[in-house]
């Protein structure tokens, strides 16, 4: 089984709506970090969280780490069309904070 | 801030060649680089973690000895895939790490098709 899963796998949102992807894990996480990648192109940084109960923004998107450390949620608001891509979590599981295991992804798509 | 380059960003080859594929920073030293490997509408499974000097670490279920993989500077990680086949068509990403492991970069990726 998928070590963080990703919910929702696909999402199509209309332009100036709200969504919210998830990213839960049965491990503890030691770091959690969010990508966004366009398909068949390398990942672009979004945000890093560490401590539980974390939250930090960027723009219009909005990241939090759950007091237990086993879920993240990445929230953005009114989107829209750049926001389109594939949205990865990626976490440290064990104390090694630099091996990074992947979600499943969430492809999204933003129409007008 | 931190470049990591791969190159090259594509490659096509016959089924049986040899195909290596460059994992470079360009300015840090990078003493840690991770391989990955994403297939079509799927996420990034870890291949090997490559330490500069020493020998590669595989993940489960991935040939050694198919994907071979050399760090043999502190800025310089190349993958090389052997007698590639058909299956072996996918994106390749490599990761690097600098610092004491806080800062870590992705590379552009390579699209390998192999015929």
């Known amino acids: 089984s998928q070590e963080l899963e990703q919910s929702p796998q696909s999402l199509i949102v209309q332009e100036g709506k709200n969504l919210t992807i998830n990213c839960t894990s049965s491990?503890?996480?030691?770091?959690l970090y969010w990508y966004k990648q366009k398909y068949g192109e390398g990942l672009i940084f979004l945000m890093m969280?560490?401590?539980?109960?974390e939250e930090k923004s960027h723009e219009k998107i909005t990241a939090k780490l759950d007091e237990k450390k086993q879920q993240s949620s990445l929230h953005i608001t009114a989107s829209q069309p750049s926001h389109a891509g594939i949205y990865l979590c990626?976490?440290?599981?064990?104390?090694?904070?630099?091996?990074?295991?992947f979600g499943t992804g969430t492809r999204l798509q933003v129409t007008l | 801030g931190a470049v990591v380059s791969q190159h090259p960003s594509r490659v096509i080859c016959k089924s049986g060649t040899s195909v290596k594929i460059e994992c470079r920073s360009l300015d840090f030293q990078a003493t840690t680089m991770f391989w990955y490997r994403q297939f079509p509408k799927q996420s990034l499974m870890l291949m090997a973690t490559s330490n500069e000097g020493s020998k590669a670490t595989y993940e489960q279920g991935v040939e050694k000895d198919k994907f071979l993989i050399n760090h043999a500077s502190l800025t310089l990680s190349t993958l090389t895939v052997t007698s590639a086949h058909p299956e072996d068509s996918s994106f390749y990403i490599c990761?690097?790490?600098?610092?004491?492991?806080?800062?870590?970069?992705f590379g552009p990726g390579t699209r390998l098709t192999v015929l």
């Open positions: 990761r690097a790490i600098a610092g004491g492991g806080n800062e870590q970069f």
């Open positions: 491990k503890t996480l030691y770091g």
């Open positions: 969280l560490q401590k539980g109960g």
């Open positions: 990626g976490a440290a599981l064990t104390g090694t904070a630099s091996k990074l295991t």
